[in-house]
């Protein structure tokens, strides 16, 4: 794609008072990054807080002595900011619409007040099972919600949630309740998707088998569906929450203490627990939420992410409730029953701004433009996307058919451990280009540096990888009890700056183009996946000898998960065979962690030490032999033709 033939588009009519306008966003750009301490110290006051903060930027980026500090001698509470603080004059004000599976279920409008309401209660619940300030509570549930009143009912006493997908299997689930000393884990029954139901008081029974036994299980009854019921360990929430107080004083907790940990993948070895913070998380959380969306008050937002995903995080519960929002959680798929399903969810809550996947985007455009015209989409101000770059087509084809040529569309660019957008078009203040995600947030300061010598690349265009070159509010604090990782993945590499994991292109405009993950880092629909987890639990297999697993380009995930498998000596490869490794590394790891490929290695191209030269078996993969580079340094060079011979789905 090049990027020199790609026009602006316009701001569309309708933005002349949004939050930021073209001369705003450039003044207060260059004062965030002239005057970070005084930009932040104002913005800060976007929170209440207990007892405010007399500092603000205390950060060092310096390899060895990696410290990010935020707003650190306030004190506040998150659940206070985003529910407490708005009942005065919001209290009757629709907090969540939560819109159910089944199309014919009716969806529940909570209010403010009822949101506080349960929200206490599920607080109590939990200090009733002696979860106490700084105790980790692994939520592994559907997108109903008791997430949301268990997110906020940990904020709300000092806990630190970490929210498992609940796509994932029983194994993920228990490392991760391992990983983080979680005492408590809280489920659901069943969790109804598309029609069909996943057990997850199941694969949470599963998973416990695992962990230490004094584990407690919290079970949300959603379905009403049997499950097996532990006596002494299983509680159920509900049934607690009629029992106990609707009033639970919320616990002060410093800016820089945990409210969240969530796992994410990354190039090597097993997921990472991102630490966010709760000051300043949640002022980022907040700030981007309202200007990226252009949020003003009586506006229904909804994010189709899962709160399994920072996307869910920071923009499903934390940002739109910290601002007042009316927020819609969806717990159904966007192709069932049929590829109408969020057109007529747009239509049937009359949503502003909606925010998806480039994956859903293209999966809905291959289903045709009927399904759209169907439902009046006329309430629609603001697009947005995110979780990988879009290209033109699918750019296109939702701005004409979704947005009818009047809605801007953010393409933000942004990470887990970013905790907020970090290149993004401001619907007021940004001309867009298809495919690019344009220009900086406030206080953001990217930098485009040369891989190999790792020196900054001034001027434009530029092209290298993406890095960040100071800190800002929403950034990771550490990785959950290992912070030499921490300073190893992010800031060893090219020092002084933070590392993103993404190659980048800068074009004559200053524009970003996010060209993909430069490591071992796939995006398959929208999901990260680190290669090296697959790979891990292939090679669990006791038919497997050897794996490697690279992204492929997939018309609608984006990337494709393409698997190489050496079998041990005398394995026949079956038809069968490959349908139970698929089978594997879905209970292993979770559904979408399934190779869409898998392709019979006989041997794998390495280096002399032994080292696996994934750069090539990516092209082949990608089915781009003219560039393979040097061959010669293998210690077999021979396999390559093999594997060339053998490339599946050839064409
Ligand atoms: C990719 C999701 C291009 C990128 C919020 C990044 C994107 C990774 C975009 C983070 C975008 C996210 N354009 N690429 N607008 N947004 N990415 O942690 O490779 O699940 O590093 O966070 O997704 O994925 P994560």
Known sequence: MSTETVEKQAIPPGFENAHAGPEEYRRLYAESIEDPEGFWRREGQRLDWIKPYTKVKNTDFTFGQVSIKWFEDGVLNACVNCVDRHLETRGDQTAI??????????????????????????????????????????????????AAYAMLACARIGAIHSIVFAGFSPDALSNRINDSGAKVVITAD?????????????????????????????????????????????????????????DCPARPVNAEDPLFVLYTSGSTGKPKGVVHSTGGYLVFAAMTHEYVFDYKDGDVFW??????????????????????????????VPTWPDAGRFWEVCAKHKVNQFYTAPTAIRALMAKGTGFVEKHDLSSLRLLGTVGEPINPEAWNWYNDNVGKGKCPIVDTWWQTETGGHMITPLPGATETKPGSATVPFFGVKPAVLDPTTA?????????????????????????????????????????????????CRRDEDGYYWITGRVDDVINVSGHRMGTAEVESALVAHQKVAEAAVVGYPHPVKGQGIYAYVTLMNGVEP??????????????????????????????????????IMRRILRKIAENDYGALGDISTLAEPEVVDDLIENRMNRG
């Open 97 to 146: 619409i939560f819109e159910p599976d089944d199309p014919a279920a009716e969806a529940q409008h909570i209010t403010y007040n009822q949101l506080s309401d349960n929200v206490n209660r599920m607080a109590n619940v939990l200090l009733s099972q002696g979860v106490m300030r700084g105790d980790r509570v692994v939520i592994y549930l559907p997108m109903i919600p008791e």
């Open 190 to 246: 069943t969790a109804p998707r598309g029609g069909r139901r996943t057990g997850l008081k199941s694969n949470t029974d599963a998973a416990l088998l695992h962990c230490s036994d004094k584990v407690r299980c919290l079970v949300v009854k959603h379905t009403g569906d049997q499950t097996t019921w532990v006596e002494g360990r299983d509680v159920d929430v509900k049934e607690q929450m009629k029992h106990v107080s609707p």
């Open 303 to 332: 994010c189709t992410a899962d709160v399994g995903w920072v996307t869910g995080h920071s923009y499903i519960i934390y940002g739109p409730l910290a601002n007042g929002a009316t927020t819609v959680m969806f717990e159904g």
């Open 455 to 503: 020196e900054v690349i001034e001027g434009n265009p530029a092209e290298g990888v993406l890095c960040i070159a100071d800190s800002w509010p929403g950034q990771m604090r550490t990785v959950w009890g290992d912070h030499q990782r921490f300073m190893e993945t992010y800031f060893q590499q090219y020092p002084g700056y933070y590392f993103t994991g993404d190659g």
């Open 574 to 611: 079956t038809d069968e065979l490959r349908a139970e490794l698929e089978k594997w590394v879905r209970t292993e790891i979770g559904p979408i962690a399934k190779p869409d490929l898998i392709q019979w290695a006989p041997g794998m191209p390495k280096t002399r030490s032994g080292k």
